[in-house]
């Protein structure tokens, strides 16, 4: 168990640390002059009646707020009801056996539709499964099971999945070299059903480094953050680049000991990213959000105050949620009255 438990935290650690040529796309080239300070319109998220670590990520659906703890040794995954904040159960066992997590990778919900309520995947990087869960099933039966829905390659596997649809959607393919913690990211296409990978955008236009991103289907639109320069990429979902937003501090080779864009998310209406731009022996997460419209043109940078560790949108009642690296952990930030503040 201690060996296993070792495993865990190496591999949280890999994962935590997340076709066109040039003429046919255009470089936006940014200022960021217009900050706002929007520390004081933060709020407390209450996650009782739950104990939850530092490990901690975040997914929202139509009408529930998810908090994954990673860092649990009991159920992995909290529920809350998106509009009153009420604890709704917990689901998802930690452990080494056949239905149980032993390294969870980021939250991935696709949403409840027609055909189905919420459904949560879990990608275990311990025992390289794939899991899916019928969040409401999940809920109300304590001998829940997932449905296993298939095993994974461990030296080559996929991370931070989000969805396109009910079965394929883009990811982070992570490639570890045998008997090293090296890795190589690449932004690809991932059948959940069948496993296939396929290719994103070509290699020159591949995001660098360890990137995040954010999928908006609705828009035609992926957007794609480096940690190591000051830019973020714009594609279609054929992965054709149609900009790249270079900020103030951009510089055509990475810098290592600098953090710039920590994060990538969006809402409904805008692009999201978190900024850091201080030595990375000072500070990883960035404690400020560029905003920009989903054109690449920017609206504000709002100050936080803390550094944001992930967040994620809920669009039904337009509140940022974040895990923040203080004593608050869980925080709501109602975007849109925050870009009117003056």
């Known amino acids: 168990m201690k060996s296993f438990i070792s495993y865990k935290y ?11 040529n040039e003429s046919k796309y255009s470089d936006i080239i940014q200022k960021r002059d217009h900050e706002i300070d929007v520390r004081d319109m933060i709020v407390k998220f209450d996650e009782d009646p739950v104990m939850i670590g530092a490990s901690a990520y975040l997914a929202t659906s139509q009408n529930k707020i998810y908090i994954e703890d990673s860092g649990s040794t009991d159920k992995l995954v909290n529920v809350y009801d998106a509009t009153d904040g009420k604890y709704l ?27 189905h ?12 499964n794939i899991f899916v869960y019928d969040v409401d099933s999940a809920l109300v039966f304590p001998d829940y099971l ?27 393919r992570i490639r570890l070299k045998p008997d090293s913690y090296d890795i190589n990211q690449t932004l690809v296409r991932y059948n959940l059903s069948t496993g296939d990978i396929s290719v994103f955008t070509e290699d020159d236009n591949q995001p660098s480094g360890l990137f995040s991103f954010t999928v908006v289907p609705e828009r035609n639109l992926v957007a794609a ?27 055509s080779e990475p810098h290592k000991q600098i953090s710039y864009n920590t994060l990538m998310g969006c809402t409904d209406k805008y692009l999201l990213t978190v900024y850091c731009g201080k030595p990375t022996r000072e500070q990883h997460n960035g404690n400020k959000l560029i905003v920009n419209d989903f054109d690449g ?34 925080v709501t930030l109602d975007i849109n009255k925050a870009l009117e503040k003056e």
């Open 10 to 20: 190496a591999v949280i650690a890999i994962i935590g640390l997340a076709s066109c």
């Open 89 to 115: 159960g917990s689901f998802a066992d930690y452990g080494s056996g056949p239905y149980e997590i032993g390294v969870s990778d980021l939250p991935t919900v696709i949403p409840a539709n027609s055909q």
């Open 117 to 128: 309520g919420d459904r949560y995947i879990m990608i275990d990087h311990a025992q390289h």
């Open 146 to 172: 997932p449905q296993r829905i298939r095993k994974m390659d461990g030296l080559e596997f996929p991370s931070r999945y989000k969805p396109l649809n009910d079965s394929t959607g883009l990811s982070n």
């Open 225 to 251: 953050s480096e940690p190591d320069r000051d830019i973020i990429w714009l594609y279609d979902l054929d992965g054709n680049v149609k900009k790249r937003i270079k900020g103030p501090e951009f510089t």
């Open 297 to 330: 043109n920017y609206i504000a940078t709002l100050n936080i105050g803390e550094p944001i560790i992930y967040m994620k949108y809920h669009a039904p009642t337009g509140k940022l949620y974040m895990v923040l690296k203080d004593d608050r952990q869980f």
